[in-house]
């Protein structure tokens, strides 16, 4: 249900949590925070004063922060399909919202931009197990991802962010897609998310212990991490583990080093040491082929792991293989024809 004064209650539970649960750093969008203090404008078309929701128009000027076309290299088959479902649901959702807007350049921008980061987490064929149903979007922006990520009565969708005009934003736009939707601003005590309930979710940062654990099969951090600051950054990794399934995908999209505004910490490091391995980095041309780079983390599972790990038979194997070639072969005719189980 959408909430009349989104903004007024996203106050209400910043105040009751505030003693709490947060912390400056949990709240705090550092990029902003420097450009504001460097007097850098965006222009009255885009959005500007982050402290503040104006009402639905903001979700207009947000849509215009996607400034330029942007570079594509996969295929137009794949591709175009997503944007034109895309922009379907983007018209009803204006329509229902009585917004007047012509969405120039569509097909190369917030399409575009929708269309990838629906395309590359289903790129290739992955087990079964891995199947993608439960998903974070974390620093949401104006929920531009439930658009294509929580249309199928199979999916949980996700929403984290702290900042008061995107999270007002995001919950007029998650209201309009005509999902089930779940607000912890509307009803902070009843919030609990459940496979039983499938739809959209909507969660400031500070509540992610409401994250259940071994839970999501994707979290989505797109044009995000490198705007934080680093003690954010870990804690979200951490919780992000926590949550995800193993073997389930932390999925990034950003410029990596090239850009980040917001500090000097080693992400890819961080994720390592923390328990992910990357399965997926496109050897591409920055911005040229495509903006940011898509990159696909897993939590180690366990059982592949161990899978892929020599046991101590297999290693008592390869010694006794190895002391028959000095042998001439001779310890296995000795000692028995060798061992059957030798992958091939
Ligand atoms: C550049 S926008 C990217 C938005 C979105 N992922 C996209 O690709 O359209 C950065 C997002 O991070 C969010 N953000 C900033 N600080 C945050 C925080 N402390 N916790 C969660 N999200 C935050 C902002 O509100 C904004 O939605």
């Given at each position: 249900m959408m909430e009349p004064d989104i903004q007024q209650k996203f106050f209400e539970i910043f105040a009751r949590d505030k003693a709490r649960y947060i912390k400056k750093w949990l709240v705090s969008w550092d990029y902003q925070v420097k450009r504001k203090k460097r007097k850098i404008s965006y222009g009255s078309e885009q959005p500007e004063d982050f402290d503040?929701?104006?009402?639905?128009?903001?979700?207009?000027?947000?849509?215009?922060?996607?400034?330029?076309?942007?570079?594509?290299?996969?295929?137009?088959?794949?591709?175009?399909?997503?944007?034109?479902?895309?922009?379907?649901?983007?018209?009803?959702?204006?329509?229902?919202?009585?917004?007047?807007?012509?969405?120039?350049?569509?097909?190369?921008?917030?399409?575009?931009?929708?269309?990838?980061?629906?395309?590359?987490?289903?790129?290739?064929?992955?087990?079964e197990r891995n199947r993608i149903r439960n998903v974070i979007d974390f620093g949401a922006g104006y929920g531009r991802q439930a658009n294509l990520w929580s249309q199928s009565n199979e999916n949980i969708y996700v929403a984290l962010d702290a900042i008061p005009k995107s999270y007002a934003i995001q919950h007029l736009y998650f209201s309009s897609l005509g999902r089930p939707f779940y607000d912890y601003a509307s009803n902070p005590d009843g919030f609990r998310i459940s496979n039983e309930k499938k739809g959209i979710y909507h969660l400031p940062t500070w509540r992610y212990d409401l994250l259940p654990d071994n839970f999501f099969d994707m979290v989505m951090a797109v044009q995000v991490l490198r705007e934080l600051n680093s003690t954010l950054v870990r804690k979200m990794i951490q919780e992000f583990h926590r949550v995800l399934k193993p073997g389930g995908m932390f999925y990034i999209r950003d410029h990596g080093d090239v850009w980040k505004p917001a500090g000097k910490m080693n992400i890819d490091k961080y994720l390592i040491a923390s328990g992910f391995t990357l399965e997926f980095k496109p050897h591409i041309i920055l911005d040229s082929d495509l903006h940011g780079i898509p990159r696909i983390w897993r939590k180690n599972d366990p059982r592949v792991i161990d899978s892929q790990k020599p046991d101590l038979k297999g290693k008592l194997r390869t010694l006794a293989e190895?002391?028959?070639?000095?042998?001439?072969?001779?310890?296995?005719?000795?000692?028995?024809?060798?061992?059957?189980?030798?992958?091939?």
């Open positions: 503040r929701y104006n009402g639905p128009n903001d979700l207009i000027k947000w849509m215009n922060w996607f400034p330029k076309d942007y570079a594509n290299y996969l295929p137009e088959s794949l591709i175009n399909p997503l944007i034109e479902e895309s922009l379907k649901h983007d018209r009803e959702i204006l329509l229902k919202l009585g917004i007047k807007h012509d969405f120039p350049n569509y097909s190369k921008r917030i399409g575009l931009n929708n269309a990838h980061d629906a395309a590359f987490p289903n790129l290739y064929p992955v087990p190895d002391l028959d070639a000095i042998s001439g072969g001779r310890l296995r005719k000795t000692f028995g024809k060798g061992n059957k189980r030798e992958p091939k």
